[in-house]
């Protein structure tokens, strides 16, 4: 038995598809099924099926993953306790939003090239419901991203930090400075928002839709800092993060409006799978969010 071929395993049940495994990999579809055949022949067990157009473990199958992670995950912890303690370098993979990409991960980022200048780091950014998928599979080290408190017994939860949503607009605007508005008050006006169904825009919809009220934005953005510069511009209002507009309210470019019957707030999270080792740059950059360098 042979440790590639407990990866090419784990790979498999994890994507429930050898072609996507080969891909994963780097391997041509017919070596990842050499390695099963082989280690199938070895064990003398079936360790998948085919169900229609996926691949799905046995039940013998299942017993060798517990199995396998175990040993990976030994493995790894072996691996990173052969590194030199002064000097990190190991990839770190890391999914995120986009307002938090935009205006948490610059400092930490800025002080990884300054003092690991060695470590390759690759940020992805989607949406909650995507980063999770993707840590589930093994894709990401660790995912940091904006929602209501989530939890999973297959997670460990590294960071929790509570965050205001709230409402914005240019200074000039006629509601800035205006104490005790309504929600009914600014829904006439032009609004600029994150796309519909993801964390607080899902939110402020139910909201509304409890009220028997919409609202149909001017313009759906994934990109926070897009929004941001239109809403300087006087060019409307729009629903965000205190932490993505700080900067621009404390240099008076923004004003914060005061609504005062729909306020939320979500929670900045970090999370790794459980049957993820955590290396030494994945602790670094949990420290590094920690302290909030921003």
Not at 56 to 84: F, S
Not at 161 to 190: C, N, T, W, Y
């Amino acid at each position: 038995m042979e440790f590639r071929q407990l990866q090419t395993f784990v790979t498999i049940a994890q994507e429930e598809s050898f072609s996507r495994a080969a891909e994963l990999l780097g391997y041509s579809q017919s070596a990842v099924t050499v390695q099963i055949r082989q280690l199938e022949e070895e064990l003398k067990v079936r360790l998948f099926d085919r169900m229609g157009k996926k691949t799905v473990l046995t039940g013998q199958g299942r017993r060798l993953l517990e199995y396998a992670g175990c040993i990976i995950r030994e493995v790894n912890r072996a691996k990173a306790a052969l590194i030199r303690e002064e000097e990190l370098m190991e990839p770190l993979h890391v999914g995120t939003l986009e307002s938090l990409c935009f205006s948490k991960l610059p400092p930490v980022l800025g002080y990884f090239r300054s003092n690991y200048p060695k470590v390759p780091i690759k940020i992805t950014t989607a949406s909650p419901k995507e980063l999770i998928a993707m840590m589930e599979k093994n894709q990401l080290d660790l995912i940091y991203f904006l929602d209501r408190p989530r939890y999973s017994n297959n997670w460990n939860k590294e960071l929790e930090v509570r965050e205001p949503i709230v409402f914005v607009a240019a200074p000039d605007s006629p509601f800035a400075g205006k104490r005790g508005l309504k929600l009914e008050e600014i829904l006439g006006e032009p609004f600029f928002l994150t796309e519909k169904n993801e964390n607080y825009r899902r939110e402020l919809d139910q909201y509304l839709e409890s009220q028997n009220r919409s609202l149909v934005p001017f313009l759906e953005i994934t990109n926070t800092e897009f929004i941001i510069q239109m809403i300087r511009k006087n060019r409307g209002i729009s629903y965000l993060p205190y932490f993505a507009v700080h900067d621009s309210v404390r240099e008076g470019k923004l004003a914060v409006l005061d609504v005062t019957d729909f306020r939320i707030v979500m929670y900045r999270q970090i999370f790794y799978h459980k049957n993820k080792w955590k290396t030494r740059e994945m602790e670094e950059f949990i420290r590094l969010a920690r302290m909030d360098l921003s």
